[in-house]
């Protein structure tokens, strides 16, 4: 749904219909994910195929406990879906969280604990660890803010390359001008980038791929070893995937998260370059067992995550789970997102970690045409962008080579030619920065 339809229904039809502890509310936009800023309240829009109840926790800044708890009514539930307008509500005063209420079966799959609050999967930004090296809580709460998205972009049109034309360099936002030899005003930010542009250009590279700057916990497993802070620095490590990380912005942007990263994305544009991101869908900051439960779990841990039968976590990423890519609910999450970051961001390209994960079904079995894959190819806003594969999982899935490519595995999407799935072609050059010290 468009804003102009939007605008339309709620000039026809928002009228509160329901109060509930003090607010008026209406079922809400139950096709419209995550929490949408309208003309006189916030839609509120959550799935979860397995649970009882759900109820939405509104907090002011930084405050520990909500100052408001609104309960979804039965009947504002639509299948999985729930979803309500809360009318009267300023953005700018308050971050969100969910409580999901279901069943406690472990050994199926179902973790449920109305005691967590939990991070919309859809959040657009995240709080609770927006300064770098600062650790989130001990209970791992991370809440949600609604993104005003008006950036104006202007009229440039984005650089068009082949991707055997691309020279990549390849980078880290922090590690880039973190120390002073940078030159830059704002080192370790998507503004100290910003300022590094003209070298860049000087360099001759027309691609930059950003390794991730989806909102990651860069404290899991941080531990100092011979007096030097160590930290999971690189960013494989994702708590949302639809919010960059705050830390790396140079200016608090309440309500705004995203918009330095945009600048940055429009100058690197208007110079020539390309924008790719690495993207991590094989697992999530939440772990195994012994993991925190800040989102996914407590939502529909046995839709978001690949399970052994008895309930375990399958851990063909190394890193404590798999998640459940070919899943029909993951899959659409999945296209939501690169949807909105080609969308919002204006990014021209994915490099995917450890692919081969998004290859296997919800056992862990390799498929020979993955429906994933499949779903990227033939999505009008995807199909073509450069998508690069790390042809490869921890658990011994290789498939350089051999990377299910949808050029090899069906010809029903024949506007989308020009999709391909890659391990980099011989005629790419990627200049890689050295690791950080």
Not at 220 to 238: C, F, H, I, K, M
Request: hydrophobic content about 40%; overall charge negative.
């Amino acid at each position: 749904m468009d804003d102009k339809r939007i605008a339309a229904a709620e000039r026809k039809h928002l009228i509160p219909l329901d109060s509930i502890n003090g607010y008026e509310v209406r079922p809400g936009f139950y096709g419209i994910n995550g929490a949408t800023a309208l003309r006189e309240g916030v839609n509120f829009t959550i799935c979860s195929m397995e649970a009882t109840s759900v109820e939405l926790l509104l907090y002011y800044r930084g405050e520990k406990e909500p100052y408001a708890v609104l309960p979804f009514p039965k009947h504002y539930r639509i299948g999985g879906v729930y979803s309500m307008i809360v009318f009267g509500l300023d953005i700018f005063d308050f971050e969100y969280a969910y409580r999901v209420d279901g069943p406690y079966e472990p050994k199926k799959g179902l973790i449920f604990d109305r005691s967590k609050p939990l991070l919309d999967p859809y959040a657009k930004a995240v709080t609770g660890q927006s300064v770098w090296g600062e650790k989130p809580n001990q209970d791992h709460e991370y809440r949600a803010r609604v993104v005003v998205n008006d950036f104006d972009w202007g009229d440039h049109v984005d650089p068009v390359r082949p991707i055997e034309d691309l020279i990549i360099y390849e980078t880290h936002v922090r590690g880039f001008t973190r120390d002073a030899s940078s030159g830059v005003t704002a080192g370790g930010t998507f503004e100290g980038l910003r300022q590094k542009i003209p070298y860049l250009k000087d360099l001759g590279v027309n691609a930059i791929e950003l390794l991730p700057i989806f909102e990651f916990d860069e404290m899991e497993s941080a531990r100092v070893v011979d007096g030097v802070q160590l930290y999971n620095y690189w960013g494989y490590n994702t708590v949302s995937f639809f919010a960059p990380n705050t830390s790396y912005s140079s200016v608090v942007e309440h309500n705004h998260e995203g918009d330095e990263l945009k600048l940055l994305i429009s100058e690197l544009k208007a110079n020539g370059m390309e924008v790719i991101l690495d993207v991590v869908f094989n697992h999530t900051a939440e772990g195994n067992e012994n993991g925190p439960c800040f989102s996914f779990k407590g939502i529909d841990n046995n839709i978001y995550y690949m399970l052994t039968p008895d309930g375990h976590y399958y851990n063909f990423s190394g890193c404590g789970n798999a998640m459940n890519c070919n899943h029909p609910i993951m899959r659409k999450f999945i296209i939501d997102c690169l949807r909105y970051w080609v969308m919002e961001y204006r990014v021209d390209g994915f490099r995917f970690d450890l692919a081969s994960i998004l290859t296997r079904d919800q056992n862990g079995a390799p498929m020979p045409d993955p429906p994933i894959l499949q779903g990227i190819a033939c999505d009008p806003i995807l199909g073509h962008v450069k998508l690069i594969a790390e042809a490869w999982d921890a658990a011994g899935l290789y498939q350089v080579g051999s990377f299910p490519a949808f050029r090899r595995c069906s010809t029903s999407c024949s506007a989308t030619s020009s999709f391909l799935f890659s391990v980099i072609p011989s005629s790419t050059l990627f200049l890689l920065m050295a690791p950080p010290k």
